[in-house]
């Protein structure tokens, strides 16, 4: 069972000098649509382990 995930207050990003630490409401906004969009065009889990194992075959 999965539980709907708590909305942080910011977002800890790695930059070329270390951790970046983003809280605006806009630049927040900007990574939760783009996770969005990952999440919409990722595969389920069972198909995305099918794929991985059939790929780890063919190695």
């Known amino acids: 069972m ?5 909305r942080a207050g ?5 930059g070329s ?6 809280d605006s409401e ?3 906004g ?3 649509l783009l996770l969005k969009r990952l999440d919409a065009a ?5 198909p995305s ?3 991985i194992h059939s790929v780890a075959q063919e190695l």
């Open 30 to 32: 900007q990574y939760r």
């Open 2 to 6: 999965t539980r709907p995930l708590r």
């Open 17 to 22: 000098h270390g951790p970046v630490f983003i």
């Open 26 to 28: 806009a630049q927040l």
């Open 49 to 51: 382990r099918d794929l």
């Open 10 to 14: 910011y977002f800890r990003a790695g």
């Open 42 to 46: 990722a595969l389920p889990t069972q």
